[in-house]
Each structure stands twice: as C-alpha cells, then as structure tokens.
C-alpha cells in the first residue's frame, strides 16, 4: 500500500472514533511513525510503501479507543517527540503555555540559571523540556510512580540532560525541607473532581491513570495544598506556577488571596483560564 492511499485508508477508520481533524491528525503519526519521518515529511513520499501488516495492527488497536501515543510509545511536545507509555499521563497541548508562560517570566527577570522543582512530573516531558530550552538550569522532579520515574530517565537519556535532573520519589512537597532551594515551582497537577471524571471520553478513562487527572472531590486539592506550603521552598524572588480547570481561576484566586500570593491567569488557545502564575510581593 503507498503511502497516500495509506492515508485516506486510515482517516476513514479514524474517523468512526473521532473528528475528522484529529483523524487526519493521527493518520499522518501513524504513517511518520511507519516511515521514521516528521509528521510533516510524509508529504515528501506518497509513493513510498507502508507495511500494511504493521499498519492494520495499529490500526486495530486504536479502534478498541487506546490512546495512540500509548500505541506508537511516542507523543510530541513543544516540537520533539518523547518516550510513553501506559500507566503514565499523556502531554497534553494545553501544558505548553505552562513552558511559555515560564519562560517568558524568567526571560523578564533576567534570570538565566538557577534550580527548578517540578511536582509530578509523569513522563519528565516538562522537565525535560525546560532543561533542552534552559542550558544553565537544574531541575528536582518528584513522583509517586515507579514507572513514571522510569519514563522520565529513559527520556533524559534520550536528549542527554540526565546530569541536569534529580529525581525523586515521593508525595508532592512532603521529600523537601521548608528551605529556599528552588527558583521557580511548577507542576500539571490532578485538578478533576471526581464528578468530572465520570464525564470523561472513555478513551481517558479506560487508559490513563486516574490519580493523574483527579485531585479529589473538589478538584483544587493539589493547588490548595502548593499554595500553603511552596513559599517555604522558594528564594527570595521565586514564583509558582501551575495549570489548573477552566473553571477553577475564581477558586484559586480566593485561596491565594487568603495565604497572600499574588497572581496573574493566563489563557490556553481555547481561551481559558489555563495556567496560574503566583508570587510574593515581599521577597
């Protein structure tokens, strides 16, 4: 089968799962993933063979609903493609305005080394991705998962930061003392209700782990508890940043007014409330 009646074949059976869009969005991974090209240089070949055998298998185990980054062991981020799999949190789009909100606020404070904490750090995308923009950084990434931890080393030896990164084992703040070690803290934390979960695709909740996406009842469990206790760990200057709910800004807002953080919101290219920037006026 060439490559571009490989293409229309996949968007046609994608398409019974999905919007058309995505379809062809994951019609052009599969075959860059066959082919061992960019997503974008297919179009330089579609007279080249696919191996149909290869392709239907994929194909038939995306149409059970399993996630295609878990199926291919490969998603893209911020431009580079990482390591994944199962039991570990896909990347989401909507975190790279985590990445760009941060670096643009280090851009502006002219702060260009220093050490970095992340809490939950999944497959170490964001991490990783901070270190490969930030030559002179340190980062800290934390976990509960022994698996999680697994991926983010396979992919800090894959872009070669791994002397740049300390990981560690353990429940979001509870491994650090209260001293100032970090510059900037930052996470994707859980921030589903458990009323949002039920709600969810099937595709999500049949595959991705569940104690990445929940916080608890209310869903701002996570950041409620980073707004208590992540001032003790920050030098004098240092921020905190998270993603949090699209309803979530008016919550949060109150909850850092109450422990005198301020803050700034910015939005997602959906145009919500996506990401939370929070300091200290007094250090």
Not at 41 to 68: A, F, H, S
Not at 269 to 274: A, D, G, I, K, M
Request: charged share 30%.
């Amino acid at each position: 089968m060439r490559l571009k009646e490989a293409f229309f074949y996949l968007v046609e059976h994608l398409s019974k799962i999905e919007d058309p869009y995505f379809a062809k969005k994951e019609a052009r991974e599969i075959l860059s993933h066959l082919l061992n090209l960019s997503p974008l240089e297919i179009y330089l070949y579609p007279e080249k063979e696919i191996p149909k055998d290869e392709l239907e298998r994929i194909l038939k185990e995306r149409l059970t609903l399993k996630p295609l980054p878990y199926i291919l062991k490969r998603a893209y981020f911020f431009g580079r493609p990482f390591y994944i799999e199962e039991g570990v949190l896909i990347p989401r789009q909507e975190s790279e305005v985590l990445i760009e909100v941060i670096l643009h606020t280090l851009k502006n404070k002219g702060l260009k080394e220093g050490v970095f904490l992340e809490l939950g750090c999944g497959s170490g995308i964001l991490s990783l991705t901070l270190l490969l923009e930030l030559s002179q950084f340190i980062g800290f990434a934390t976990d509960i998962s022994e698996r999680a931890l697994h991926v983010t080393k396979k992919n800090a030896s894959l872009y070669k930061v791994y002397e740049r990164l300390r990981l560690i084992k353990g429940d979001s703040l509870s491994p650090f003392k209260k001293r100032p070690l970090f510059d900037f803290i930052f996470s994707n934390p859980p921030y589903l209700s458990e009323e949002e979960w039920e709600a969810l695709d099937l595709e999500v909740k049949l595959f991705e782990p569940k104690e990445a996406l929940v916080a608890g009842k209310e869903g701002t469990e996570f950041q409620e508890r980073l707004l208590r206790e992540a001032h003790s760990l920050l030098k004098g200057g240092g921020f905190l940043i998270f993603e949090m709910g699209y309803n979530q800004s008016q919550k949060i807002s109150k909850v850092a007014e109450t422990y005198q953080w301020r803050y700034q919101f910015f939005k997602d290219l959906l145009n919500y409330e996506r990401v939370a920037l929070l300091w200290k006026e007094n250090t």
